[in-house]
């Protein structure tokens, strides 16, 4: 328990410790923690931002969706209406069709009609005429009586 | 010593005390004991060696598993200094207290080692007496102790400056009124000579005591075969309370350290 000079020597030793930690011991270690620190940092930091946008896209998402949705749903009016109206067209473009091959039947009908009639009305005049002759047994002149024979074959 | 000197309880512990003294001059003060001298600055490169060798390639990605125990220990000493430092612990006080602590927890698991072993080993080497924990003896200690204590005189003044440093001495704790200077100063006086003290003190006192039990129950193996087995088991048995006492030890070094050395930092 005697006090001697191993007490400047430890000492000496123990400042030289401190120094040396102080120096080339604590730095790289706090440097290489430090680091650490800031990439977990950074790290956590990039996973909040993660987290952000994926909420973000989540809501963007959505309303991509929705709007999708509307769109569709439009589009399918629509068909709807062009359908609607293309079945309509096309009614009343038969309609007016009919109506117009019907017309065309009544006058070419109208038409065969009074052609029979003319032809009728020819031959009505000749049978007549026949007629009389034979009735008459003696020629009369169609022509003089040409105005008569008219007039007899349009009350027909 | 001679080898046909016979064994006696007080010669053997007192030969296991016996510190291998090395005369520098004319002697008494002029003394250095070799063994404690060797043994802590072989530790001091060990631990301090260590944990520089693992930092040098301390990496910021995963580390492995050395270096995880490295920051283990750094971590821990840091949140103690931040605990109680209020300033940039990483210029000084932090990497000083993990010099304390790894270099004084090293030198007091020395206690673990089995001494008759070792000793003879380094007595077939050579020398006679052999300690092998520097921190049971009171040099060691006392140095550890000392220098903190210069270090917390050192700060005070670059801290306060020289002027305030003195004022602090005169002026607190009761107050600056001249006629309370004498008591102020004796107060002081008081805490600057009590610090070192206990600092040194506490780990000398544990320590030696520690080493004075092993040696009081290895006494057992002189009785017989019967008396060797339960010096064992006792001996187990201590050495089981000795490792708490050993970081234990450390751990109030280091932190008295920080404290001695922020309350420098810190004006009343």
Redesign the interface.
Same mark, same amino acid.
């Given at each position: 328990? /005697?006090? /001697?000079?191993?007490? *400047?020597?430890?000492?000496i030793?123990? *400042?030289a410790? $401190?120094w040396?930690? !102080?120096k080339? =011991? %604590? #730095? #790289?270690?706090?440097?290489?923690?430090e680091?650490?620190r800031t990439?977990i940092a950074n790290g956590l930091a990039a996973a909040d931002k993660g987290a952000r946008s994926l909420e973000e896209a989540q809501v963007k998402i959505t309303a991509i969706l929705e709007d999708a949705r509307g769109q569709a749903r439009s589009i399918l009016d629509q068909a709807q209406t062009r359908a609607n109206g293309l079945v309509d067209e096309a009614r009343t473009g038969a309609t007016q069709e009919r109506e117009r091959i019907l017309q065309s039947a009544q006058a070419e009908i109208d038409q065969q009609i009074n052609r029979a009639r003319d032809e009728l009305r020819g031959q009505v005049a000749a049978i007549t005429v026949a007629g009389a002759e034979k009735i008459l047994a003696r020629e009369i002149d169609p022509r003089a009586h040409q105005d008569l024979l008219d007039k007899l074959a349009a009350q027909i | 010593m001679a080898a046909e000197e016979v064994l006696t309880p007080t010669s053997y512990i007192s030969h296991h005390l016996m510190f291998l003294?090395q005369p !520098?001059g004319q002697g008494?003060?002029?003394? $250095?004991?070799v063994d @404690?001298?060797v043994m @802590? =600055?072989l530790l001091?490169f060990v631990g301090?060696g260590l944990? %520089?060798l &693992?930092?040098?390639t301390?990496?910021?990605?995963v580390?492995n598993k050395r270096?995880a125990f &490295?920051?283990l220990i *750094?971590?821990f000493v840091d949140e103690q200094v931040r605990g109680i430092f209020h300033g940039d612990p /990483?210029?000084?006080v932090?990497?000083?207290a993990?010099? !304390?602590f790894l270099?004084v927890l090293l030198m007091n698991a020395t206690a673990f080692l089995p001494i008759d072993i070792t000793t003879k080993a380094i007595h077939a080497v050579g020398p006679e007496e052999f300690r092998l924990t #520097?921190t049971a003896? $009171? /040099?060691?200690t *006392?140095?550890?102790a000392?220098?903190v204590w210069l270090l917390m005189i050192y700060f005070s003044i670059k801290v306060k400056g020289l002027g305030g440093w003195i004022h602090e001495l005169f002026c607190t704790p009761f107050g600056s009124n001249p006629l309370l200077w004498l008591f102020n100063f004796l107060f002081n006086l008081v805490e600057l000579v009590s610090k070192p003290l206990s600092h040194a003190l506490r780990l000398f006192g544990n320590l030696y005591a520690g080493e004075i039990i092993f040696l009081l129950l290895w006494l057992w193996a002189a009785t017989g075969l019967v008396g060797t087995f339960g010096g064992v088991v006792l001996g187990l048995g201590w050495a089981i309370f000795h490792l708490l006492i050993v970081p234990l030890q450390a751990y109030i070094f280091m932190m008295l350290t920080i404290v001695y050395i922020s309350m420098a930092h810190e004006s009343h």
């Open positions: 328990m /005697n006090i /001697n000079l191993t007490l *400047f020597a430890q000492g030793t123990f *400042f410790f $401190i040396f930690t !102080v080339f =011991v %604590w #730095p #790289p270690i706090l440097a290489a923690i680091e650490r990439t | 003294a !520098v008494g003060f002029w003394t $250095i004991h @404690s001298l @802590s =600055v001091g301090i944990i %520089w &693992v930092g040098r301390a990496t910021a990605g580390p270096q &490295v920051e *750094f971590d /990483n210029k000084f932090a990497p000083a993990l010099t !304390v270099w #520097p003896d $009171i /040099n060691t *006392f140095a550890l000392l220098s």
